[in-house]
């Protein structure tokens, strides 16, 4: 809480008081509103706490970085499967410290940790944005009672993934946004460096000089943007939710064009080093999963299916209409009080939380505030959430029910997280809590079933079953249920045989075939469940994905299939044989002999050599030029999924 919130002030002079209960008390509601709103996140993400099977991806490569191996998924070949690189790094640097020994036990706790916070940093944010204007008064909880009762929220406040993560982006985001607009403009004030000459000598002035460096007006505002620069690292569509902050900072503070520029480099500065280190390190420019999802191009059909899909259970609609005829009402008011010049706010409805009584002038802003500066703050993140929800329709959604819709909602909603007491605010409260009680009671999500056109899963309650376990937070969860994979790999493990387990299609067995020579890999696996895969064959082993997330050839391929989002390019079993078993090793039932000799010549076609070398090559200086210079064109190489299609093509 701000000063503003510990010390009563006074209202305008201008308008009536904003609420009529003591000031104590008003403070101590505000202060209940946001910690209730932060416990209740907090209780309920931990009772719904879990973990599915692309959490395990996030741990393999943890656990290949802290064995030193490096950030892959596999040892001796350079693919990179974390969508979330932060989150990715995150772990590593958690699972160092003492008492560590799961890293998805650990992915489950801070994920929650940091879900919790981006709630706080966003209510904080909202209350800190409604006091720009109103220095006292209460707040009722608005838009974050749309987030609370959503079974999404719960599940996605854990689940091992980067959603906590991003929560946390987003919600600190939005908190330096508004700090940023409420901080004062630096003072041309040569004092601090005339006392730094004069007391040189004396110790007290390198903490001096140091305290006005962190504390002086405008300081903080270049790790602003460095902030807002971390989106990509986050989750790549995030980039464009860091663009809209960083143009808003701008309409906010309107720098100077050396010190525009300067914020621009400490945005860039971190993702476009760790991009060049992608590209040289990796041999294309996005993350595998990017290019398996085929992230560039467009199904708008799927996506707005998979949109309703997370709306209509809840009946979203209800309270998004009301808020945003709510923030209607208020922008016909706020006209048509500035339209009859009432520069004192009496005309709009100043107990709705209006403008009125707080000094704004006639561009909507406070006095010394850039002009726009207010409304940047409403429509950055009214903006990203639109871009954010507009990029999910536009690849076709995901297959996690509210997964990938979660985030843009959160943003939609930070400008009326909390709004200011008033008749109309206190009827919109209610209406909102009323649905929120049918909601958290009675609506949850559909299972989703293999039979559907378009497969949505509610993910938790799907591993719950799958799993029989309440709440499957550890490895050993995942890997303790008897699974045909998983028994016939322990197998092969144990009989010690230098062996290839392969998943067939349609599930119609798990045949054992002989690794070629060059594979190093004691044993090796190829599995649709790739994070299960990673979690029963050890680092050493090689793990193969038939469905191209952690795949460099299978990423590559056409889809075939549109069925399920990210689930596209099932690889057929022919290039898996090609690929790590020597020429005359026998060939499964249910594999095409000829698909596997056209494979073989396939691989040595085209772009294929050079795809493969960029990720298994020894990494010297001359390998990563290379892969850096052709980073572009590797990710947009795409192959025949049937191997005698690819090889007329090719060859």
Not at 4 to 27: H, K, N
Not at 124 to 144: E, F, T
Not at 256 to 267: E, F, K, Y
Not at 562 to 577: S, V
């Amino acid at each position: 809480m701000s000063r503003s919130d510990e010390i009563p002030v006074p209202q305008p002079a201008q308008g009536p008081r904003a609420f009529g209960l003591p000031g104590t008390l008003v403070q101590r509601w505000n202060a209940l509103a946001v910690l209730a709103c932060g416990a209740t996140v907090l209780v309920l993400g931990y009772r719904h706490r879990w973990t599915n099977d692309d959490a395990l991806i996030y741990t393999r490569t943890v656990r290949q970085i802290l064995a030193g191996n490096g950030p892959v998924y596999n040892v001796g070949e350079r693919a990179e499967t974390s969508t979330g690189t932060l989150w990715q790094w995150l772990l590593a640097a958690g699972s160092t410290a003492p008492g560590v020994d799961d890293p998805l036990r650990l992915a489950v706790a801070l994920g929650l940790l940091c879900t919790v916070a981006g709630f706080l940093l966003a209510l904080d944010g909202s209350r800190r944005m409604i006091r720009l204007h109103r220095p006292a008064g209460a707040l009722l909880p608005v838009g974050v009672l749309v987030l609370l009762p959503l079974c999404a929220t719960w599940d996605y406040a854990t689940s091992g993934l980067e959603s906590g993560l991003t929560f946390g982006y987003l919600g600190g985001c939005w908190w330096l946004l508004v700090r940023a607009r409420s901080e004062p403009e630096p003072e041309q004030d040569p004092a601090p460096e005339q006392d730094r000459d004069r007391d040189r000598d004396r110790k007290a002035s390198a903490l001096r000089w140091l305290r006005h460096a962190l504390t002086a007006p405008g300081r903080a505002l270049p790790a602003t943007a460095f902030v807002f620069g971390l989106g990509p690292l986050v989750r790549p569509d995030l980039v464009l939710v860091g663009a809209v902050f960083l143009v808003a900072l701008w309409v906010v503070r309107r720098p100077r064009p050396r010190t525009a520029l300067a914020w621009a480099g400490a945005a860039v500065a971190l993702p476009g080093g760790y991009e060049l280190f992608r590209a040289g390190y990796y041999g294309v420019l996005v993350p595998l999963p990017a290019i398996a999802k085929e992230a560039s191009g467009s199904q708008w059909g799927y996506g707005w299916y998979y949109l309703r899909n997370t709306l209509d259970p809840y009946l979203l609609w209800v309270p998004l209409g009301l808020l945003a005829a709510y923030g209607v009402l208020h922008l016909v008011r706020a006209r048509h009080g500035r339209r009859n010049g009432s520069g004192n706010g009496r005309g709009s409805d100043s107990t709705d939380g209006s403008a009125g009584g707080s000094g704004i002038d006639s561009s909507g802003c406070a006095p010394g505030a850039p002009r726009g500066a207010d409304a940047a703050l409403v429509v950055a993140p009214a903006v990203a959430g639109l871009l954010s929800a507009l990029f999910v329709v536009k690849v076709g959604g995901d297959f996690m029910h509210g997964r990938m819709v979660l985030p843009a909602l959160f943003l939609l909603l930070l400008p009326v997280l909390l709004l200011p007491f008033g008749r109309a605010a206190a009827v919109l409260t209610a209406a909102v809590a009323g649905w929120g009680l049918v909601c958290l009671v009675a609506l949850r999500p559909p299972l989703g079933s293999l039979e559907d056109e378009r497969i949505v899963f509610d993910s938790h309650s799907v591993y719950q079953q799958a799993l029989g376990a309440h709440h499957p937070v550890s490895q050993y969860d995942h890997t303790a249920a008897p699974r045909d994979f998983t028994l016939v790999a322990r197998h092969a493990l144990r009989e010690g045989g230098h062996t290839l387990v392969l998943r067939l299609p349609r599930d119609t067995g798990f045949p054992l075939v002989p690794l070629a020579p060059r594979v190093r890999a004691p044993v090796a696996g190829a599995e649709a469940r790739l994070g299960l895969a990673g979690a029963v064959l050890p680092l050493d082993g090689r793990v193969v994905d038939i469905l191209g997330l952690g795949n460099p050839l299978g990423a590559h391929t056409e889809p075939v299939s549109h069925r399920k989002a990210g689930h596209e390019k099932p690889l057929n079993r022919a290039w898996i044989l090609a690929d790590l078993t020597a020429p005359g090793a026998p060939v499964p039932r249910g594999v095409d002999p000829r698909r596997v000799r056209a494979a073989r010549h396939a691989l040595t076609c085209g772009p294929l050599p050079d795809l493969l070398d960029s990720t298994r090559a020894p990494l010297t200086p001359g390998r990563f030029w290379s892969n850096l210079r052709g980073s572009w064109s590797r990710t947009t190489v795409r192959i025949p999924p049937d191997p005698l299609v690819a090889e007329r093509r090719l060859c």
